[in-house]
């Protein structure tokens, strides 16, 4: 069983940024596509970015592209998401998922994709 713990979430005014951490519990975090993916209220569950098992691949979504930044230390078994320029339209629970893949340059963008979720963090971006 893996568990994901993320942190770093709170309340920013418009143009700031705030910089999220996931750690994982999972022995083989190195094994793991890892993603980020956030849900409004009332909202469905969005994709945000999403990183190979090595981090050479990365993919944003449109909304994030250029003012998001997502990484990953295999050492430290975490994965950040740097968010930059931040928007109203950013506020949002923010989630860091696991997907268990054998395919080794594998991402993807479909939360049905991944086997593991963490309990979310809030994210608060006031005008």
């Known amino acids: 069983q893996v568990q994901l713990v993320e942190s770093g979430g709170g309340l920013v005014r418009a143009g700031g940024s705030l910089r999220l951490s996931c750690a994982s519990s999972?022995?083989?975090?190195?094994?793991?596509?890892m993603g980020w993916f956030r849900q409004a209220p009332g909202k469905e569950r969005d994709f945000v970015a999403t990183?190979?098992?090595?981090?050479?691949?990365?993919s944003y979504a449109n909304s994030v592209k250029g003012r998001f930044t997502i990484s990953r230390d295999n050492a430290k078994k975490t994965v950040a998401l740097q968010m930059n320029s931040l928007k109203p339209e950013d506020t949002a629970v923010y989630y860091c998922?696991?997907?268990?893949?054998?395919?080794?340059?594998?991402?993807?963008?479909?939360?049905?994709?991944?086997?593991?979720w963490g309990q979310g963090t809030q994210v608060t971006v006031s005008s």
């Open positions: 998922a696991a997907k268990v893949s054998s395919y080794y340059l594998d991402t993807s963008s479909d939360a049905t994709d991944y086997h593991y």
């Open positions: 999972g022995r083989t975090f190195s094994n793991y596509v």
């Open positions: 990183i190979s098992q090595s981090g050479s691949i990365i």
